[in-house]
């Protein structure tokens, strides 16, 4: 057990978030993100530009980053960064970053798995929300990913289910896009859901064995149902809006919700825990809250700074690794694939 206090730097660069973190031990002492708002404009992520955006960026925030946290680098006791999976050349940024500066203060280098460190983003330390105790279910919802893992321990994770097609932050902003929403549209349906009807609509859900999901059959029956009704009524959109939001988010929060209770009765698991920016949305929160009362549920959301990519989620498992001696070596590839 090391008892000595422990700064790690940590850098996220997985997609089109530019983010550096830095933690005292558990604890985030800064948490600095720059989000490239130059894919609006193209409804989606450019890996190009993305790449781009990350070399402009990462230097400022890192010093800003050292700067919140009132810490010297000479201070810090390792780099951690995000290895895979992402991007390849917004991953390539962050870790050619992290390398040079671990070998320029001649400390250690820490490879980081983006998908674990949103599961043990639950454990940075944090006054107001509680950890999940082992195992838990946690089911990462993003605008890349979908995925229920179960959570042995902090490094012993078994992916149970993951999406076959589209993320389901991809199935919200696509959803959007068709209804002339801008990018990124999920928090827009949500907004939009909360005044309509959720059963006025009925969109089909995917039959997919197992614990998988599936999501570009819903968006292709949208479209068509969208085509369908404007030929009828252009203005069908602008006049049923709220209830099209509610009822793409009703199906949506579904499919979501019978895979976890599917998850949960199959491994016995009660412990369950969300992260990922689609965390965000109010359907989910309430079918988890309702999930507590009607399955004896015990859930987790951490703050939602760091459900969104953060590097203080790299930076909390750069710690765990750090007090276990697993370090990398300079050699390390990034990996636009890579498994928990
Ligand atoms: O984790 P995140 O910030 O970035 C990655 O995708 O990695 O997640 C962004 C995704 C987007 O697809 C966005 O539309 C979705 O999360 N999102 C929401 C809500 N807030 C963010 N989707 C539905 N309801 C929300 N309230
Ligand atoms: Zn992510």
Redesign the pocket.
Known sequence: MVSKTIYILAIESS?D?TSAAVLCNDEVLSNVVATQKIHEEFGGVVPELASRAHQKNIVPVVHRALTIANIDKKQLSAIAFTRGPGLMGSLLVGTSFAKSLSLGLNIPLIEVNHMQAHILAHFIRDDKTESPKFPFLAMTI????TQIVLVHDYFNMEILGETLDD?V??A??KSAKLLGLPY????L??KNAQFGNPMALPFPKPKVDGLNFSFSGLKTSILYFIQKETKKNPDFIQENLKDICASIQYTIIEILMAKLRKAAKQTGVTQIAIG???S???GIRKALKEGENKYGWTTFIPKFEY???NAAMIGIVGYFKYIQGRFAEYDVAVKARYQI
């Open positions: 997609c978030d993003s605008g890349g990913h993320a932050g991809e919200f902003d990124p549209g999920g928090p349906i949500d990922g920016g689609v965000a949305n109010s459900c969104t990519d």
